[in-house]
C-alpha cells in the first residue's frame, strides 16, 4: 500500500517536470507536499515491514526501493527550485532535452513501483533498451560548455550550471530506483 502512495507522489512529481519550460504556480510547494507524503508513506512502510514476520521478498530491499523513490522525489523537487529561480524565458535546448529524459525516467520509476506493489513483480526492460543515463550525460556536457560560451551573467550561469547539475542527479537517482526496484521484484 505505501508502496504505492510513493509511486503516486513520484508519478506526481514527474509531471512537474516540464521540458516546454513552464512551471504550473504553485509547484515549489506541490512538490514539497509530495517529498513530505513519500517521507510519511516511507517511514510507515519502514514500520509495516518491522512488525510483519513473513514476507515474500527481503523487507530491505523493498526499503532501499522505497528510499530511492523517496529520494527520487526530493531531486525533482531541487529541479523545481531550480527552475523557480532562473530569469523568465526559454531555457537553453539541451536544459529541455535533459529534463525530458529526466521525466521520462521518473515516469518509469512510478510505472514500475505500482507495478510492484500490485504484483510484487516490478518488470524487466525489454532487450535493447539503453541506459537514460548515455544521453543525459551527452546532453549535460554539451550544456554546460553551451552555458559557458553563451555571454550570459555569471549569476544566470551558475544557476544554469546547478540545473543541469540537478538533472542528470535526477537521471542518475531513476538509474539507481529503477535497479532496487527490480532488486525487490520477487522472482
Do not use: W
Not at 35 to 60: F, K, W
Not at 65 to 90: F, I, K, T, W
Not at 101 to 129: F, K, M, N, Y
Amino acid at each position: 500500500m505505501e508502496l504505492a502512495v510513493i509511486a503516486e507522489q513520484v508519478q506526481g512529481a514527474s509531471a512537474l517536470l516540464h521540458p516546454n519550460g513552464t512551471l504550473p504556480s504553485g509547484a515549489v510547494r506541490a512538490v514539497g507536499d509530495m517529498r513530505h507524503r513519500a517521507i510519511r508513506s516511507r517511514q510507515t512502510l519502514e514500520i509495516r515491514l518491522a512488525r510483519s514476520g513473513v514476507h515474500s521478498t527481503d523487507p530491505r530491499l523493498i526499503y532501499q526501493a522505497a528510499s530511492e523513490m523517496v529520494e527520487l522525489v526530493r531531486r525533482v523537487a531541487r529541479v523545481v527550485r531550480c527552475r523557480d529561480y532562473l530569469r523568465s524565458g526559454s531555457p537553453p535546448a539541451a536544459v529541455r532535452d535533459l529534463e525530458a529524459i529526466a521525466s521520462r525516467g521518473v515516469q518509469l520509476v512510478a510505472e514500475h513501483a505500482r507495478e510492484l506493489a500490485r504484483s510484487g513483480r516490478a518488470r524487466r526492460p525489454p532487450d535493447g533498451v539503453k541506459s537514460l543515463m548515455v544521453p543525459a550525460e551527452e546532453l549535460y556536457h554539451r550544456g554546460i560548455a553551451g552555458v559557458f560560451n553563451e555571454a550570459l551573467d555569471p549569476l544566470e550561469i551558475f544557476r544554469l550550471h546547478a540545473l543541469y547539475d540537478v538533472l542528470l542527479a535526477v537521471v542518475v537517482c531513476c538509474e539507481k530506483a529503477l535497479k532496487a526496484l527490480r532488486d525487490a521484484s520477487v522472482e
